[in-house]
Nanobody
Framework: QVQLEESGGGSVQAGGSLRLSCAAS????????MGWFRQAPGKEREFVTA????????RYADSVKGRFTVSRDKAKNTMYLQMNSLKPEDTAVYYC??????????????????WGQGTQVTVSS
């Protein structure tokens, strides 16, 4: 099992920045990638970004390209999400997820095996 704990959510005005962290513990050696997803009220969970653990290959949703940056610290088993130029439409609960090697794309929620409890991000206009 892998445990994930997010931190860093909060409230910010439009144009502001936030940095989320996701600390992984447990059998982290079994995972090969981690990702961030978000879910706004009344909407389905959507992919935000992901990063492979070994090579640091990243992928982003079009809606966040150029504004969000994902990174990881292998020594600390921690993934980060730097969010800049935040917009009200970025308001959501942000979830950290980790996956074992399998045949789904990085952007597919069904490809992830472990999920954090979520952290709220609220952007006011």
């Amino acid at each position: 099992q892998v445990q994930l704990e997010e931190s860093g959510g909060g409230s910010v005005q439009a144009g502001g920045s936030l940095r989320l962290s996701c600390a992984a513990s447990g059998r982290t050696f079994s995972t090969n990638a981690m990702g961030w997803f978000r879910q706004a009220p009344g909407k389905e969970r959507e992919f935000v970004t992901a990063i492979t653990w070994s090579w640091g290959i990243t992928r982003y949703a079009d809606s966040v390209k150029g504004r969000f940056t994902v990174s990881r610290d292998k020594a600390k088993n921690t993934m980060y999400l730097q969010m800049n130029s935040l917009k009200p439409e970025d308001t959501a609960v942000y979830y950290c997820a980790a996956r074992r090697p399998k045949g789904y794309g990085l952007g597919e929620p069904r490809g992830y095996d472990y999920w954090g409890q979520g952290t709220q991000v609220t952007v006011s206009s």
